[in-house]
């Protein structure tokens, strides 16, 4: 196979590589390595995220579209190189939050596909080829088919750790639990499939209304939860409020009004805690907000 790479052959263009930066052998002959494949694979594409030195020497050959290209190879969608660049340095710090979280590297191809699909909804039909099944595994493994959010085993241990590395840190860090109000009687009125559309939307407006650094779960049922990291008590409460009115906004047909009910609770960064415990603050507080007659923001204690 040639080795050309966006329309010229590897070596034509490293003369433009920037003054100053060292070559070595070893550097040009993974660098040759990995242009002489027709298409990076997700392996090749991580190792140019893990190390700077090495994606700064990918940049600096005769490729105009790097960033784009890159996009392509692991997603075959089309974007312009600022759009490119963007997405990939936000993929790049998604793929970090998910080794953080998950304990292990998932790979540039299902962090791309993880935030593409699933948080900035640049793509809604995915054509990856490479790899495939390696991203259909993590995606069955992690998440709900039914809205997308993490799985309540995956929320279970993103808690965990995230309170001992909070606790480790001093930082303070908020949990959200959900309830769709009233929920039994819109599967009653309207019948279960009118429900899980309203499950799914859902879903997604809570996507659209929580920060990417937010860990989103279907806790159980009509149940919703939300870590949201690096959080004070003040700030999650104006963003339940926010997200309470989302909800109102979006959900305006008369014969199908859906609000939300939101228990948060909250560590500081000092004191002890377990995620077991977290949950059973955030729901006394739910309880609350139920209790005060729904359409509600309540907080522990």
Same mark, same amino acid.
């Given at each position: ?91 790049? @710090? ?7 979280? /998950? !304990? +292990?590297? =998932? ?5 791309? %596909? #993880? ?44 808690? @965990? ?7 480790? /840190? !001093? +930082?303070? =860090? ?5 309830? %769709? #109000? ?120």
């Amino acid at each position: 196979m040639a080795d050309t790479f966006a329309g010229g052959r590897f070596g034509e263009g490293m003369s433009k590589v920037k003054p100053g930066m060292k070559h070595t052998k070893e550097m040009t002959r993974r660098l040759v390595d990995i242009e002489s494949k027709g298409r990076l694979s997700s392996r090749e594409i991580s190792a140019l995220g893990n190390e700077p030195v090495l994606l700064r020497e990918y940049l600096g050959s005769s490729i105009t579209n790097t960033f784009s290209e890159l996009m392509f190879r692991l997603t075959y969608e089309r974007y312009d190189e600022k759009k490119a660049e963007y997405l990939w340095h936000l993929i790049t @710090d998604h793929r970090e939050s998910l080794k953080r979280i /998950l !304990g +292990r590297d =998932m790979g540039m191809l299902v962090a791309a %596909l #993880d935030y593409l699909s699933n948080i900035s909804k640049d793509i809604t039909n995915p054509k990856i080829m490479d790899d495939i099944r390696i991203e259909e595994t993590a995606k069955m493994a992690t998440r709900d088919t039914l809205t997308g959010l993490y799985l309540r085993g995956v929320f279970d241990f993103m808690l @965990d750790r995230l309170i001992l590395e909070h606790a480790k /840190l !001093g +930082r303070p =860090m908020c949990l959200f639990l959900i309830d %769709l #109000d009233d929920f039994k009687i819109i599967n009653d009125r309207h019948g279960h499939q009118r429900g899980d559309l309203v499950l799914q939307e859902s879903a997604a407006l809570l996507t659209k209304n929580c920060r990417c650094t937010d860990i989103l779960s279907r806790f159980g049922g009509e149940e919703l939860a939300v870590i949201l990291p690096e959080t004070t008590l003040k700030v999650a409460i104006k963003l339940a409020d926010r997200l309470r009115r989302g909800f109102l906004q979006h959900f305006t047909d008369e014969d199908l009004h859906v609000t939300i009910s939101i228990g948060i609770s909250s560590i500081n960064g000092t004191e002890e805690t377990t995620g077991m415990e977290m949950v059973r603050q955030a729901d006394k507080a739910l309880y609350k907000a139920k209790d005060g007659g729904k359409n509600r923001v309540e907080k522990y204690p």
